[in-house]
C-alpha cells in the first residue's frame, strides 16, 4: 500500500509521506510509520529530525502511543 516510499527518490520522501498522512485511516497508521522507518537510513540527520515529526504528529491526531520498531 505504501509501496511509494521504497521506491521514491529520498528528497521526495518527506512530502510524499506529509499527502498520504492527510488521508491515514487509524488502522493504517503503524504501517505507514514502519514502511517510512525502512528508509531513516539513508537519510541525513535533518530529513531523519523532520519525518520522525511527522510521526509524532500522526501519532498525536490518533491518540496512539510510539510504536517500537524490532531490532534486527
Known amino acids: 500500500m ?8 529520498v528528497e521526495e520522501l518527506q512530502n510524499n509521506a506529509e ?3 492527510v488521508s491515514l485511516k487509524q ?10 522507518w525502512t528508509r531513516v537510513p539513508e537519510l541525513t540527520v535533518a530529513q531523519e529530525k523532520e519525518l520522525h515529526k ?18 534486527s
Request: with cysteine; charged share 35%; proline share 3%.
Open 19 to 21: 499527502q498520504i498522512s
Open 54 to 71: 511527522l510521526g509524532r504528529k500522526i501519532l498525536k491526531r490518533f491518540n496512539m502511543k510510539p510504536i517500537k520498531l524490532e531490532e
Open 2 to 9: 505504501f509501496d511509494i516510499f521504497l521506491t521514491c527518490k
Open 27 to 36: 488502522d493504517e497508521v503503524e504501517t505507514f510509520l514502519r514502511t517510512l
